[in-house]
RNA sequence: GGGCGUGUAGCACAGCUGGAUAAUGCACCGGCCUCCUAAGCCGGAGAUCGCGGGUUCGAAUCCUGCCACGCCCGCCA
């Protein structure tokens, strides 16, 4: 709890200087306590018994005699060898009621280039690329919460060989030809009909299958490759019947996660890196590093085992035919994307894990920074890994609308009186909201597996019982302003705070700490942190809700509103923060 | 074979820059709607923190060996 650490470490500070301790250790030392009935800070005294000679207890017992009373402290108490430091809840409720909250919010603003889904443009959105959208999304919506400048960027892979396949498919095939290859295959689902990333992943699927099995298969790999080099030498002509065969289907799949709530700021597309130069200056000077090494026929690659990289050593980053190959764009895009932007954040998939250490590291040969990854592992279904082969895939479009479907069962069961229309607002945001939560909630190095149950979850740790408990003091908001409106802006006295229930300094204390766990998601890119804490809000506001009530009897109590006002609008920003829709009522 | 990551109650998951009784949800048991939205609240039970060593006043957390799972080791993207 930063706002309680400012003033009270100079306390502990001079406290630790008068018992013959280095006060310069308080900073480091003074931390939350783990459980919340532990106080608020916490101070551990054992590495203090060698230099002293006295047992810890005996420590925290002195150094407990020597801080002085001060406002912000509610107690002090020695246990088992800690200094336990707890808050005085009014003063919390002063500092909190009074804007130490927008006060303590990101000062410095930083400019930040967050890269995110990047998905090759082929087909529908499935679940399995879910995962780099949403934490992707959701870094950018609790940078921008913090108070950065962010850009959210998609780079567009359009001219490698998923879409060389899927022009060619698109040129060569008819539609009777591809049903006709697909027919063992599940149709597309009618509801999409129409949409251009359900209908003409079929053309690409189709295509895969000629690739594989057909006697032309030679042929048509020959046909495939050409496009890929020709769009790798920067022709024109290819690279627009690129565009022409996967916008569409970008389209659709951005129509998608809009859905969602994924929204970009820019799209760059791959190909500008070739058409303007910057590849081929850049295999230029990366010819001219000492790690170069050249293969026999030409093809050139960096030795990146004399810059500490383990396994396969050597990069290559330049075929024998003289084309640059997708990771040696890669890194013409992050030059780019340093004049751009001071800080980079990238959202990949693990399995680009050696990849990014190799862009990292030429980078670094090239005297640029690298950026900062975010890994995530991959989702996987109960029955396995997804695979649009298999027809072992769910489609995020399918999944939105089943949760969707579920979302209004249960609206329409708790709240019978809400029309036709309310019921599929509410849904449609109840839906989204828990497909996102379902996701950001785990952290993103450990496996997922997506299970319906889960993702459908609308009780206790979803994001409906976030929204739930946003809804609650929206309600209590309009109920306050038909007894007396001009309460609504009013301000509450806290100069003279009573008695404060149980249920309310939980509510403060939870409220004191959203500052530095923001401070701390948006540092080490862990939004399921945030997530965490979101609920933890959102239970605490449940408890205050119980203990406070804010309307009694026909008149309002002023503090307990205020309070309330204050959780709504942190609630709500967290929300915004995590893309789960703030609903005012559900 | 090598590199990186993961392993915590029946299930899912937090804690991992060392600190106190390992947090939370589901499922399970028991209470709470004449009272601001019960998608809620309160209480209970449930954990050899993968296994073995080591460092430390103190280890889920750091080091090391082993086991299981995932990803990677293309002049593919």
């Known amino acids: 709890m930063h706002l309680l650490k400012t003033q009270l470490l100079p306390l502990i500070e001079s406290a630790m200087e008068g018992l013959g301790l280095d006060p310069s250790l308080a900073e480091k030392m003074l931390q939350p306590a783990r459980e919340p009935d532990q106080g608020d800070l916490s101070l551990p005294c054992f590495p203090f018994a060698k230099t002293?000679?006295?047992?810890?207890?005996?420590?925290?017992?002195?150094?407990?005699?020597?801080?002085?009373?001060?406002?912000?402290?509610?107690?002090?108490?020695?246990?088992?060898?800690?200094?336990?430091?707890?808050?005085?809840?009014?003063?919390?409720?002063?500092?909190?009621?009074?804007?130490?909250?927008?006060?303590?919010?990101?000062?410095?603003?930083?400019?930040?280039?967050?890269?995110?889904?990047?998905?090759?443009?082929?087909?529908?959105?499935?679940?399995?690329?879910?995962?780099?959208?949403?934490?992707?999304?959701?870094?950018?919506?609790?940078?921008?919460?913090?108070?950065?400048?962010?850009?959210?960027?998609?780079?567009?892979?359009?001219?490698?060989k998923q879409v060389a396949v899927l022009a060619w498919a698109l040129e060569h095939l008819s539609g009777d030809e591809v049903e006709r290859l697909l027919a063992g295959r599940e149709p597309v689902n009618p509801l999409w009909a129409g949409k251009a990333d359900h209908e003409r992943v079929r053309w690409y699927q189709a295509a895969q299958l000629l690739r594989k099995n057909s006697e032309d298969a030679a042929n048509i790999e020959a046909a495939i490759t050409k496009l890929v080099h020709a769009s790798e030498h920067g022709d024109t002509s290819v690279l627009t019947a690129f565009e022409e065969a996967y916008q569409p289907v970008l389209d659709g799949m951005l129509e998608t996660l809009g859905r969602l709530g994924i929204h970009f700021d820019r799209f760059t597309k791959e190909s500008l890196f070739v058409t303007n130069g910057d590849v081929g200056r850049l295999m230029e000077s990366l010819g001219n590093l000492e790690i170069n090494g050249s293969a026999d026929n030409g093809a050139q690659y960096l030795d990146l085992g004399a810059r500490g990289l383990k396994g396969k050593t050597e990069f290559f980053y330049r075929r024998g035919d003289g084309s640059s190959l997708y990771a040696t764009r890669d890194i013409a895009y992050h030059i780019w994307k340093w004049q751009q932007s001071n800080e980079l954040i990238n959202v990949l998939g693990e399995d680009h894990k050696l990849q990014a250490q190799q862009v990292g590291l030429t980078l670094e040969e090239l005297g640029h920074k690298r950026p900062e990854v975010m890994f995530y592992s991959f989702i996987k279904l109960p029955e396995g890994k997804m695979s649009t082969r298999r027809g072992n895939v769910v489609f995020m479009d399918d999944l939105l609308e089943e949760a969707k479907a579920q979302a209004a069962a249960v609206v329409t069961e708790l709240r019978p009186e809400y029309d036709q229309e309310t019921i599929a607002n509410i849904a449609e945001a109840v839906g989204r909201s828990a497909v996102r939560f379902n996701i950001i909630n785990v952290s993103p190095e450990k496996g997922f597996t997506f299970r319906w149950q889960d993702a459908l979850n609308f009780e206790s740790g979803s994001a409906p019982f976030i929204m739930y408990s946003h809804t609650r003091a929206c309600s209590i908001r309009k109920n306050v302003q038909e007894v007396d409106s001009s309460l609504l802006n009013g301000s509450v006295d806290t100069s003279s705070i009573g008695d404060i229930p149980e249920g309310m300094v939980a509510l403060l204390r939870t409220l004191a700490v959203h500052n530095d766990r923001l401070e701390k998601v948006v540092r080490e890119h862990r939004p399921h942190l945030f997530a965490e804490y979101l609920l933890h809000l959102a239970n605490a506001y449940n408890s205050f809700y119980r203990d406070c009530h804010i309307i009694e009897n026909g008149s309002v109590n002023q503090l307990y509103f205020a309070l309330s006002e204050l959780a709504r609008n942190v609630l709500k920003n967290g929300m915004e923060g995590l893309g789960i829709v703030p609903l005012e009522t559900m």
């Open 52 to 160: 002293l000679g006295i047992a810890p207890a005996a420590i925290a017992e002195n150094i407990k005699e020597a801080v002085p009373n001060h406002p912000s402290i509610g107690e002090v108490t020695a246990v088992n060898g800690y200094l336990n430091i707890l808050a005085e809840p009014s003063w919390l409720a002063e500092q909190l009621l009074g804007g130490a909250l927008e006060d303590g919010a990101g000062s410095a603003k930083r400019s930040v280039l967050i890269e995110h889904t990047s998905a090759n443009p082929n087909g529908p959105f499935h679940v399995g690329r879910a995962r780099n959208a949403i934490l992707g999304d959701t870094l950018v919506r609790l940078h921008r919460l913090w108070g950065n400048d962010v850009t959210a960027e998609y780079y567009v892979d359009d001219m490698g």
